[in-house]
């Protein structure tokens, strides 16, 4: 996901109710296999919130780009929530998630690298950008 925060400031309450959308385009049908499929509720449980967790560590991977590593010390399905991000306008914070930390055999143990060969071709990033706020941002993926 990609999400400019700056667009928030010409929709003004756009995610409150009772919002008025007459004025937006009515979206229209892709030409897509999409458009054959058939949509069934899911099998199992629903997906809910269970627990926060906070990270065992953060490293800083990069000085240069002000990369950081942070590490939950588990492999877990789980969404990302960033409070009180304070950053100027059109600073791009960039999420890279992944499973493992660099570790033999794949390279020598690093906690400032992460392991994503074996996300294949997922992307698995999300993008942030500031809107510059100075009471702070906030970014659910």
């Known amino acids: 996901e990609t999400y400019d925060a700056r667009t928030e400031e010409h929709i003004e309450g756009w995610k409150f109710p009772g919002y008025d959308t ?3 385009t009515a979206a229209t049908l892709a030409d897509s296999v999409a458009n054959t499929a058939i949509l069934a509720s899911q099998l199992f449980e629903p997906i809910r919130h269970i627990s926060t967790i ?3 560590s953060i490293n800083v991977a990069n000085k240069n780009t002000n990369s ?3 590490d939950f010390g588990q492999n877990l ?3 990302v929530s960033l409070k009180r991000i304070f950053c100027s306008r059109g600073t ?4 890279r998630h992944a499973e493992l930390l660099m570790h033999p055999p794949y390279g020598a143990f690093d906690n400032t ?3 994503v060969d074996n996300l294949r071709t997922a992307k698995a990033t999300d993008k942030y950008i500031c809107s510059g706020d100075p009471q ?3 970014y659910t993926p």
């Open 22 to 24: 007459s004025k937006w």
């Open 68 to 70: 950081q590593v942070v």
């Open 92 to 95: 791009v914070v960039t999420l």
């Open 77 to 79: 399905a789980a969404v």
């Open 113 to 115: 690298t992460i392991y």
């Open 136 to 138: 702070g941002e906030s």
């Open 54 to 56: 906070s990270p065992v």
